[in-house]
């Protein structure tokens, strides 16, 4: 296991990650990493590449004594992500994009893959009980999809309708 430190949260806190090598699906998930870009085209849109973007696409704002600014933290982002949803919301994408065959066999891989969470710390083996694996060369993938579609489906409207002036996701 290795720390990552947080140096932008207070007290600095660290995110423990797991090296995820030795696990049982780690081809499975490295494979299955490279499938879901060969066949989920995500749009992106929402996303920023870094800080000093982030900062220059808020610098192009007319801001007046109406408009709030807004930021939120998603705490323990992959240990959150529900695992059923997620297959749910990749079963979609997959078929929508693809046959049917080619999504069942996706599926099938991506499940049982999500479904070994396992890791071993100090010579015991451990399984948590909810999320991803922190580790995995799947997790930022799965990750990705998860909340691009939720904010398609929460998002899209309100900023499409003005009820939100902008709407930035950045990754730290």
């Known amino acids: 296991m290795k720390a990552q430190i947080k140096l932008h949260k207070l007290g600095t806190p660290i995110?423990?990650?797991v090296n995820n090598i030795n696990a049982p699906a780690h081809k499975l998930a490295k494979f299955l990493t490279e499938t879901l870009k060969e066949h989920i085209t995500l749009p992106y849109q929402y996303n920023t590449k870094n800080s000093t973007t982030l900062a220059q696409e808020l610098k192009q704002f007319k801001l007046n004594t109406?408009?709030?600014l807004v930021t939120f933290d998603i705490k323990d982002l992959y240990v959150n992500i529900p695992t059923t949803e997620t297959l749910q919301i990749n079963?979609?994408?997959l078929e929508t994009q693809n046959n049917k065959i080619i999504s069942q066999q996706i599926l099938q891989l991506l499940s049982t893959t999500l479904h070994q969470n396992y890791f071993t710390f100090d010579n015991k083996i451990y399984?948590?009980?909810?999320g991803i694996a922190t580790g995995s060369p799947l997790s930022n993938d799965i990750t990705e999809i998860f909340l691009q579609h939720h904010e398609?489906?929460?998002?899209k409207h309100l900023l499409e309708h003005?009820?939100?002036e902008h709407y930035t996701r950045y990754v730290c």
């Open 127 to 130: 399984q948590p009980s909810s």
């Open 15 to 17: 995110r423990p990650v």
């Open 162 to 164: 003005k009820t939100i």
């Open 66 to 68: 109406n408009h709030r």
């Open 152 to 155: 398609q489906r929460l998002l």
């Open 91 to 93: 079963k979609i994408l």
